[in-house]
């Protein structure tokens, strides 16, 4: 059976394949985000590339108030993108955005147009999802991620999904597939069945993990919650003296680990969930439910920040946004400023025209920024260094 991150682009590197697969990058500039932030959301688009085993660093961008309905940008740029693409034989092109399916075929049929090289167009949720497959570990995660990738594929079916047929089959192997039926109409069929039936599958898994949580009555609960990459899973070996895996590289992490934790004789229960990112596609919001449920069951939420990032305040932003739409923005929330160690400060030119930014304060500023906001504790560490790691000890031992 064809997994679906293999039906979406077939990014991943292969053990035998020695080809480098490169890929350019495209982003819209208007008035919800200006140049300076598109630059930084294609730095975060480039690294999830990069995680997902594509190279490159070609980027397009277009200022437009709206991105054009039929290929998300103009008709002079996407030329400029395509004798860009043919001209260095580029494998991926990949969208800042997720691209309706109408403008995902136009673009491809473009840049395909008459061309010996083929290049895939990929939008920033297919990526996200290609790389959740990748990740995805135990049986749980692997079927979380499959229904959302086939939730994700079932209105870009375009009739070419012959391999599909072989995946259905009634008892005895019969083909189901009625007289004068489509292949498109067939192949919806199937992806509809399937999604039906990992439906059925989490339900089962659901009910559980419900019923594990529900054994846990009496201990105290906390969960740790945070942009992806920000060092959750090394801070969860820390406290835990366990081994969950850590890696510098986005969603290290999509299983939710849950660990008994004992402080001065107080125990506790510590869970590491995925990291949010900006952008989180909703069929993956939806699919990981019972992941997220961690987070909903939780006591006090540990809410992990890469202080190094130039950018936390809005990864700060993307993160209480997301325990919003999943209900829990009432929670108690202690804040862990993490990879203090990494801070670079950037002294402000006060005859600049340029506003001042997050780099502009020193570290101790920073610090005095945060404490003085009386409704956010929080402590700043360096897990890697094993800096303020017995502060946070303590003041966890407090909040108990």
Known sequence: MVHPSAMLFLIMY????THVYTAAFVAVINQSQDEAQVNEYLDELQFLALTAGVVGDKRFTQKLDHPNSHTYIGTGKLEEINAYVRENEIDYLIFD?????????????TLNWKSEHHCSV???TGLILDIFADRAQTAYAKTQVELAQYQYLYPRLTGMWTHLERQRGGKGGLNMRGPGESQLETDRR????????LKDQLAKIDRQMASQRSNRVGMTRLALVGYTNVGKSTIMNLLAKSDVF?????FATLDTTVRKVVIENKPFLLSDTVGFIRKLPTQLIES???TLDEVREADILLHVVDISHPNFEDQIATVNRTLREIGVADKPVFMIFNKVDAYTYEPFDEYSLDLKTERNYTLEELKSSWFSKQNTPCIFISAKERLGIDELRQEIFKML
């Open 14 to 17: 292969d053990t035998i394949d």
């Open 97 to 109: 955005d997720e691209l309706s399916p109408s403008q995902m075929r136009n673009v491809e049929k």
């Open 122 to 124: 990929v939008d920033r």
């Open 190 to 197: 199937i992806v509809l069945d399937k999604i039906a039936r």
């Open 246 to 250: 850590a890696e510098n590289k986005l």
């Open 288 to 290: 990981f439910k019972s």
